[in-house]
Every structure is written in C-alpha cells, then in structure tokens.
Nanobody, 126 residues
Framework: QVQLVESGGGSVQTGGSLRLSCAASGYAVDMGRMGWFRQAPGKQREGVARVQKVRDQPFYAASVRGRFTISRDAAKNTVYLQMNDLKPEDTALYYC???????????????????WGQGTQVTVSS
C-alpha cells in the first residue's frame, strides 16, 4: 500500500521560502516517478514539478521554473520541494504524488498520477 505524507506547508510573505517534504512508504522514491501538484481555491489541480529516473532532469511547470526545485533522498525515502521567491499566486494546497506522468501535445502539458498524499497548505501574503 502506497502512502505519501506531506509536511512543511505554512504562511510566508512574498519573496519568502518554504521546503515541503513528502515521506513515502510502499513506494521507492528513487526508483519511481515522483512529483508535486497544487490546487488553488476555485481552480483545477495542476502539476508543478516531477522527477523520473535517477539521471533524468526534473521537469517544472513554467510558472515555477527557476524558483522551485524538486529533489529526493533515497535513504529517507522522501521527496522535497524547495520553493523560493514565493508569490501570492503560489498559494494553494500542495500534493505529493507518485507514478507521475507528463504528456505533451499541442494544447500543453498533461499531468497525471496514481497515488496522492493528503496535501499541505501554502499561503503567500503580499
């Protein structure tokens, strides 16, 4: 049984930083496809970052590229999302996910996942 438990959310001011953690069980984070999604009030859930095989480059949504960094610690079986230069539009419930897929077509990037955590709230005030 796959379990993903997020932590590290909170409230910060514009320009601040947070690091989210996702402790996984039943799924090896260094062997699988891990990622982070977010959902703001009144909006659809969107993909933020994902990492696949060990040597693959991570992929980021355009809105967070250059500010967010996804990483993983195999020994702790944990995935992280370092968020810098936070903006009010980053306010959302952030979800850790496993078995993340990204597909690209003419309409953009389609994100999906098989396993989800419960989410951790990030609030950025101006």
């Amino acid at each position: 049984q796959v379990q993903l438990v997020e932590s590290g959310g909170g409230s910060v001011q514009t320009g601040g930083s947070l690091r989210l953690s996702c402790a996984a069980s039943g799924y090896a984070v260094d062997m699988g496809r891990m990622g982070w999604f977010r959902q703001a009030p009144g909006k659809q859930r969107e993909g933020v970052a994902r990492v696949q095989k060990v040597r693959d480059q991570p992929f980021y949504a355009a809105s967070v590229r250059g500010r967010f960094t996804i990483s993983r610690d195999a020994a702790k079986n944990t995935v992280y999302l370092q968020m810098n230069d936070l903006k009010p539009e980053d306010t959302a419930l952030y979800y850790c996910a496993a078995d993340v897929n990204t597909a690209f077509d003419s309409t953009g990037t389609k994100w999906s996942a098989s396993y989800w955590g419960q989410g951790t709230q990030v609030t950025v005030s101006s």
